[in-house]
């Protein structure tokens, strides 16, 4: 268990490899490259109530599966909020991410993930991101709201449930 740490002026704030079933509950992860990076090695993590701001490049990097991220704070990142690649049957719900590039990017192949249950605004390129092979995933219940682009994007990705999500200017 990684409790209220703060991890600041990293590369990576937080790094997981080879990491499994590790709980990580208020921590603050600032001005690092990443706040948290868990590479595809590190599964069945829990993150609870973290906050992740002002990181150069994202707040939540991430690889692993069957990973649960629910109700934490991504903002003012200059990349992504969350950036996941190649990451598996990971729920994302709860978590409130504004003020970054871009807010969640799912690129290179991200399958049965949940989204769901976020709330996503003031992002200066677009809210959600699903591209490149991001396919079988659920996109619910969002709230997506004033992003400079695209509110949701999706390309390339197939057999994706996208229902009752809230997206407008």
Do not use: P
Request: aromatic residues 14%; charged residues 10%.
């Amino acid at each position: 268990t990684l409790y209220l740490n703060e991890a600041y002026n990293n590369t990576n704030g937080i790094y997981l490899t080879t990491a499994d079933d590790n709980n990580l509950t208020t921590n603050k992860a600032w001005n690092n490259t990443h706040g948290f990076l868990f590479e595809s090695t590190a599964d069945n993590n829990y993150l609870y109530d973290n906050n992740l701001y002002e990181n150069t490049d994202s707040g939540i990097t991430m690889g692993g599966t069957f990973n649960t991220l629910f109700a934490n704070d991504l903002y003012n990142n200059g990349g992504r909020g969350i950036q996941m690649t190649g990451a598996d049957n990971n729920t994302l719900i709860h978590n409130t991410l504004f003020g970054n590039y871009e807010a969640i990017l799912m690129d290179s192949g991200n399958d049965y993930n949940n989204i769901s249950y976020n709330t996503v605004f003031n992002n200066t390129f677009r809210g959600i991101t699903c591209n490149n092979g991001g396919n079988h995933n659920i996109f619910s219940y969002n709230t997506v709201f004033n992003n400079s682009d695209e509110g949701f994007y999706l390309g390339s990705s197939f057999n994706n449930s996208i229902f009752c999500n809230n997206i407008t200017d």
